[in-house]
């Protein structure tokens, strides 16, 4: 009885609930871009490039008719462009930093119709941003994320848990009448993780287990362990989708284990959506060249070739009302020229990085956090840790430790920790370690393994 009112809950939510909502409720073309998502990602890549090029050409010309912010580049720097060259004269375009929004902010939108609102950047590593974001950015996103979730073998309406959303999304998280209701009618079903108990932890794991979702979907990978750590038996979903920060292989290894299922990693930003996600295959990150246009780049704003780290500078193709050329969300990442086996015809990110912050930099100017996050991951009495780089001569080391009464017994291992750590930076420096009961998640809600607060972005 309880699989016939899934399917039965499935299929109302996808041919009536669903379809009503977005049209008439939300007024957004998400199924119409849905299916077109669904058909460009089989095209071949010089059949998207020529779809890209022509979006990127009416945004920029758009952009030039009505955003005084990128008029006055235009004009300043008499810049040209064509839809044949577009492409080309983008470079041309100044890079889009967080401080040249805040600074601008007021000149970098302009409202076409009642249909907009107000969203913020994480915040994960400084101060976040204000952007405005309409309508038809909201029914992109919505269908990127839909496909997204149809990779990961859920399809539309089907049962999602979603676990440690972003705060704005907290308020569907209550356990009321309203609620429950509304977990019914989107088939997701909201659980923050963000500051939880054991207590807390043990009854997630029944409500998985009572739902049994075909996605489990988690900003933070804290519930694996206390699963594998208290041997508890857990519902396995077609797949689990991660995102909100970098997904380490050690990570991602306990959670196929834990959960039976292979692990989907979804990468985007507040500011821009979700932007690329891994397929079956898992040879990279699939991008979305009709929603972004990405440039991987130097510190000095210059290409870089695939196969090499860069920063992540994206053009937001669909938010008119406040667009994001060249914008540098504050991510590495790396290009790939290879194509899938999967047979779709979008480009790859070979690898994201994260971000510049969660990179350490050594004395001599080099950026060296390969290593670092395996010192402490699965190790001995280690529950949870965080790497702070206060200066290039110091380095904090926050650990929740399983118990506390070993603490004695881990000289050995905090000694051969610091040789490793001066050995992956390069040259001698202070390693400190603080035994703490609990490490905050940042204001967005994640986890920062590694923080870096040494300059040089």
């Given at each position: 009885?309880?699989?016939?009112?899934?399917?039965i809950?499935?299929?109302?939510?996808?041919?009536f609930?669903?379809?009503?909502?977005?049209?008439?409720?939300?007024?957004?073309?998400?199924?119409?871009?849905?299916k077109?998502l669904q058909?460009?990602q089989?095209?071949t890549?010089?059949?998207?490039?020529?779809?890209?090029?022509?979006?990127?050409?009416?945004?920029?010309?758009y952009?030039n008719?009505?955003?005084?912010h990128?008029?006055?580049?235009?004009?300043d720097s008499n810049?040209?462009?064509?839809?044949d060259?577009?492409f080309?004269d983008l470079?041309n375009?100044?890079?889009?930093?967080?401080d040249?929004?805040?600074k601008?902010?007021h000149q970098?939108?302009?409202?076409?119709?009642?249909?907009?609102?107000?969203?913020?950047?994480?915040g994960?590593?400084g101060?976040?941003?204000?952007?405005?974001?309409?309508?038809d950015?909201?029914?992109w996103?919505?269908a990127t994320?839909?496909?997204f979730d149809?990779?990961?073998?859920?399809?539309?309406?089907e049962?999602?848990?979603k676990?440690?959303?972003p705060l704005?999304?907290?308020?569907?998280c209550?356990?009321?009448?309203k609620?429950?209701?509304r977990?019914?009618?989107?088939?997701i079903t909201?659980?923050?993780?963000?500051?939880?108990?054991?207590?807390?932890k043990?009854?997630c794991?029944?409500q998985i287990?009572?739902?049994q979702?075909?996605?489990?979907f988690t900003?933070n990978r804290?519930?694996?362990?206390?699963?594998?750590e208290?041997?508890?038996?857990?519902h396995s979903?077609?797949?689990v989708m991660t995102t909100?920060?970098?997904l380490?292989?050690?990570v991602k290894?306990?959670i196929?284990?834990v959960?039976?299922?292979?692990v989907?990693?979804?990468?985007?930003?507040?500011?821009?959506?979700?932007?690329?996600c891994?397929?079956?295959?898992?040879?990279?990150?699939?991008?979305?060249?009709t929603i972004?246009y990405?440039?991987?780049l130097?510190?000095n704003?210059m290409?870089i070739k695939s196969?090499?780290?860069g920063?992540?500078?994206?053009?937001?193709?669909?938010?008119?009302?406040?667009?994001l050329i060249?914008?540098?969300?504050?991510d590495?990442?790396?290009?790939?020229?290879?194509k899938c086996?999967c047979?779709?015809?979008?480009?790859l990110?070979?690898?994201?990085i994260?971000?510049?912050?969660?990179?350490?930099?050594?004395?001599y100017?080099d950026?060296?956090?390969?290593?670092?996050?395996?010192l402490?991951?699965?190790k001995?009495n280690i529950?949870?840790?965080?790497l702070?780089?206060?200066t290039?001569e110091?380095i904090n080391?926050?650990?929740v430790?399983?118990d506390?009464k070993?603490?004695?017994?881990m000289?050995?291992?905090?000694?051969?920790?610091n040789?490793k750590?001066c050995k992956?930076?390069?040259?001698?420096?202070?390693?400190?370690?603080?035994?703490?009961?609990k490490?905050e998640?940042?204001?967005?809600?994640?986890?920062?393994?590694?923080?870096?607060?040494?300059?040089?972005?």
């Open positions: 009885m309880l699989c016939l009112d899934r399917t809950g499935t299929y109302i939510r996808r041919k609930i669903f379809p009503f909502y977005w049209k008439y409720i939300k007024h957004a073309k998400v199924l119409q871009y849905y077109q058909k460009h089989w095209l890549r010089e059949e998207i490039l020529k779809i890209q090029r022509k979006k990127l050409y009416e945004l920029i010309q952009a008719q009505n955003i005084p990128y008029q006055k580049i235009i004009q810049l040209h462009f064509s839809e060259t577009i080309t470079k375009f100044p890079i889009l930093t967080k040249t929004i805040r601008n902010f970098l939108y302009k409202f076409r119709d009642n249909f907009y609102y107000k969203n913020t950047s994480g994960s590593t101060e976040p941003i204000l952007f405005y974001q309409d309508m950015y909201f029914a996103n919505t994320k839909i496909l149809e990779w990961a073998g859920r399809k539309i309406g049962r999602i848990v676990m440690s959303a704005q999304d907290l308020r569907n209550g356990r009321g009448i609620s429950y209701l977990q019914q009618i989107s088939g909201m659980l923050d993780d963000i500051k939880m108990t054991e207590k807390d043990l009854r794991v029944q287990n009572h739902i979702p075909i996605l489990y900003f804290e519930l694996s362990r206390f699963i594998e208290h041997h508890l038996q857990v979903p077609n797949s909100g920060s970098i380490y292989p050690q290894a306990r196929e284990k959960f039976r299922a292979p989907f990693n979804c990468y985007g930003s507040r500011e821009v959506g979700s932007v690329a891994n397929c079956l295959q898992d040879k990279g990150f699939h991008v979305i060249p972004h990405i440039e991987i130097d510190d704003g290409e196969g090499k780290e920063n992540v500078v994206i053009t937001l193709l669909s938010n008119y009302t406040m667009p060249r914008y540098k969300i504050g590495i990442a790396i290009l790939s020229k290879k086996q047979g779709r015809g979008l480009p990110l070979e690898k994201v994260g971000r510049i912050r969660g990179r350490v930099k050594n004395k100017g950026f060296v956090s390969t290593g670092l996050y395996s402490f991951y699965f001995e529950r949870k840790f965080q702070i780089q206060e290039t110091l080391i926050n650990l430790l399983i506390k070993k603490l004695k017994d000289n050995q291992f905090f000694t051969e920790t040789q750590i992956i930076m390069g040259h001698q420096l202070t390693v400190k370690y603080n035994i703490v009961d490490i998640p940042s204001p967005s809600g994640k986890y920062l393994y590694i923080f870096s607060r040494v300059e040089g972005k």
